[in-house]
């Protein structure tokens, strides 16, 4: 818990000569969060708690989310320091990669990542998907990079480089995917791209447009999968990110705050109602989804709680057979949202 805390976050303030903000998003299997805009609220608080300083260092973990509340809360939090840090203990993917860009510089321990910045789309307009037939709202995310890699499979593998035939391939996708969902597909990639050039050009300097492009280009494309693992060596030598390796004892610290933080939210173990629910006809459970901490602003975190019921459900058979009695485990929420403790 944040007591438990306390006095790493005050030690890696003073050896960092900064400010503190933690940001976790939980990936528990079945209760995962990502970074959503709502967050910006509770950053602005800890940011007015905070105030105008030197530095500011941002330790993060996440695997991800919208792409604008990621390029928000950079510009928000550079209006609350000369320099921004991230400190990265373990994951910073896909928008937490985008943050790390928009950073003056990133500490990466030994197992700490970046990834691609390559969106996926959602939206009710996306393909079906097939598996789940029986459920309209059941649809498949888009990736932006999977339909740039359909054309150039069209182009470059297939040879398909009449304009003709081009039309073709572009009304034949059309048919699959919603031609309003294939737009988005266009704005968001150049959007993205345009975000990554930005936060660039903070951190390596608008000089270096060259590179930018390098990386702007590896990032959105040329790994190959959105699922690509890129630790330090590859982010600072092949890249060429400003790279920082915590020396032993910050490495002690960050990790000690990671593993008290990964064991409140309990990051490794699945939320599973049977076992929530247990030997127990009824039973309520809190979920810690996200968590939001500093020093001078406490402890925001995102919680889903409710309440579990086990029920019995008849299914009829052919007469005579009896009918057969099926458990269930009915989930009642009762609230879902951000609290706010002091921790005092």
């Not at 001078?296 to 019995?312: F, R």
Request: with cysteine; glycine share 4%; aromatic share 6%.
């Amino acid at each position: 818990m944040y007591k438990d805390r306390i006095e790493n976050y005050k030690w890696l303030e003073e050896n960092r000569k900064s400010k503190l903000l933690v940001y976790f998003t939980g990936d528990r299997q079945n209760m995962e969060t990502q970074i959503a805009p709502d967050v910006l609220e509770y950053f602005s608080e800890h940011l007015d708690k905070i105030n105008k300083v030197d530095k500011i260092s941002l330790l993060l973990y996440t695997r991800g989310g919208d792409t604008m509340a990621a390029y928000s809360l950079v510009n928000l939090i550079r209006q609350f320091c000369k320099e921004f840090e991230i400190i990265i203990p373990s994951k910073a993917r896909s928008s937490g990669t985008i943050i790390s860009l928009g950073a003056d510089k990133i500490m990466m321990t030994k197992q700490a990542t970046l990834g691609p910045i390559d969106p996926s789309l959602n939206s009710p307009l996306n393909p079906q998907n097939p598996q789940i037939p029986n459920n309209p709202q059941a649809r498949i995310p888009v990736s932006v990079e999977s339909i740039q890699g359909f054309f150039d499979l069209a182009k470059d593998e297939l040879k398909l480089n009449e304009e003709k035939n081009l039309k073709d391939v572009l009304l034949n996708l059309a048919e699959k995917v919603h031609p309003l969902v294939l737009g988005n597909v266009y704005r968001s990639r150049t959007q993205i791209q345009m975000v990554a050039r930005k936060l660039l050009q903070k951190q390596l300097g608008a000089d270096k447009s060259e590179q930018i492009e390098k990386i702007i280009s590896f990032l959105c494309s040329d790994s190959g999968s959105h699922d690509y693992a890129i630790y330090r060596n590859e982010a600072r030598n092949e890249l060429g990110l400003n790279i920082e390796k915590p020396n032993d004892e910050q490495y002690l610290k960050i990790k000690e705050i990671f593993d008290s933080i990964r064991n409140e939210l309990k990051l490794l173990e699945p939320f599973n109602l049977d076992l929530e629910l247990g030997d127990n006809q009824t039973s309520d459970y809190s979920c810690r989804r996200v968590l939001l901490e500093s020093l001078q602003g406490g402890t925001d975190v995102y919680v889903t709680e409710g309440t579990l019921t086990k029920t019995t459900q008849p299914i009829n058979q052919q007469p005579p057979l009896p009918p057969l009695i099926r458990s269930a485990i009915e989930n009642k929420m009762n609230f879902e949202g951000w609290k706010h403790e002091e921790n005092n």
